[in-house]
């Protein structure tokens, strides 16, 4: 199984959320595609077309699932379109949102995203989530 790791990447403490999502799919024998490891961070226009290039052409490819970081008082816009491309092409979505209740989110997150897939709370949440999509997919196999 592939997932493909979505959130914001601004700051610090955003990637740093993202390396840990990342190190429970290792331990969980998950590759995963981790835009900025993988891609790398976009620091100007220049860099744009071959961020896109990498991050989604290459980056979505062959993914199984797709796990996204909803924290913060909006979801970034990368996010919500990765979001929206899974969910057109059937990728399954897991949420993840650790700073607030979902039931105080629905003004940041939208019923769009609420609606389209499993939102957790906690990391082990994630990793139970996680571990259900695995056993969902070696069944469909």
């Not at 959130?7 to 799919?25: I, N």
């Not at 816009?77 to 039931?103: C, H, M, S, V």
Request: net charge negative; with cysteine.
């Amino acid at each position: 199984m592939k997932a493909y790791l979505a959130g914001k990447l601004s700051t610090e403490h955003e990637r740093k959320l993202l390396e840990q999502v990342d190190e429970l799919c290792q331990e969980l024998k998950i590759e995963t595609f981790l835009p900025h490891r993988d891609a790398g961070l976009c620091t100007s226009l220049d860099q744009v077309k071959e961020t896109f290039n990498k991050d989604i052409t290459e980056g979505m490819k062959d993914i199984d699932l797709v796990i996204a970081l909803l924290d913060g008082l909006h979801v970034g816009a990368g996010t919500a379109w990765e979001l929206g491309y899974a969910y057109a092409n059937n990728i399954p979505a897991i949420g993840l949102k650790t700073d607030e209740p979902i039931e105080e989110a629905l003004d940041q997150l939208s019923a769009i995203l609420i609606g389209s897939m499993p939102i957790v709370t906690s990391m082990e949440e994630l990793k139970e989530k996680i571990k259900q999509s695995l056993s969902d997919t070696q069944k469909a196999e």
